[in-house]
């Protein structure tokens, strides 16, 4: 089992910031790259950014020099610090935590947090 807890959306007017948290617990592989992903309405879900094991990072352009994404392997924990957010950021956020072993790949999901950008 495995467990992944999401906090920190909200309402924010747009050009201001916010920050989501993740934590994973349960039986987690010892290596594993956990990140973030967003749905909008009628949309489908997107990559939004995704850090490894080893640091490595990714971000949807989208969102580039925006958000940042950062990691504590001893807590399995990922934030996402958000800056100048803009109403097409509107979304669901949702935290993934994903590994492979051998040829298969075990992935789970939060519950999904909601962030809305609006004046």
């Known amino acids: 089992q495995v467990q992944l807890v999401e906090s920190g959306g909200g309402l924010v007017q747009p050009g201001g910031s916010l920050r989501l948290s993740c934590a994973a617990s349960?039986?987690?592989?010892?290596?594993?790259?956990m990140g973030w992903y967003r749905q909008a309405p009628d949309k489908q879900r997107e990559l939004v950014a995704t850090?490894?094991?080893?640091?490595?990072?990714n971000y949807a352009d989208s969102v580039k020099g925006r958000f940042t994404i950062s990691r504590d392997n001893a807590k399995n924990t990922i934030s996402l610090q958000m800056n100048s957010l803009k109403p097409e950021d509107t979304a669901v956020y949702f935290c993934?935590?994903?590994?492979?072993?051998?040829?298969?790949?075990?992935?789970?999901w939060g519950q999904g947090t909601q962030v809305t950008v609006s004046s």
């Open positions: 349960g039986s987690i592989a010892s290596t594993y790259a």
């Open positions: 850090v490894t094991s080893g640091g490595s990072t």
């Open positions: 993934n935590i994903a590994w492979w072993v051998f040829a298969r790949r075990y992935a789970y």
